[in-house]
């Protein structure tokens, strides 16, 4: 079992995007996330390129500091594709200040 590292306390968005950021670079490599503008508006599959593996690693690494991975899961899979498709980083940080009230 992994411990979940918590780095960012209660549900703050700003504070949430900084930290999906970082979680972001982890997947995709801090150089692209350094050159994107990457704001709430900006898309998981369009604008990043995410796969499926790649949002279920971004999950796991959002993980380490928000405890919410299971919840995230089944909220993700329970979309539509056509919504999944356009989900947005704004979406994914909505989602954990929710969960984290």
């Known amino acids: 079992m992994t411990d979940v590292i918590v780095t960012a306390v209660g549900s703050d968005p700003q504070a949430i995007l900084t930290q999906l950021r970082q979680c972001l670079g982890e997947v995709v ?23 499926s593996l790649d949002v279920m690693r971004l ?5 380490q500091h928000y405890p919410v991975a299971e919840r995230l899961i089944l909220w993700i899979s329970g ?22 009230r």
């Open 29 to 51: 490599g801090t150089q692209v996330v350094c050159v994107l503008d990457i704001d709430l508006d900006t898309r998981i599959a369009q604008d990043l390129g995410l796969t």
């Open 79 to 100: 979309l539509p594709l056509s919504r999944i498709r356009q989900l947005t980083v704004g979406d994914i940080v909505g989602f954990i200040a929710n969960a984290l």
């Open 59 to 63: 999950i796991e690494a959002v993980n």
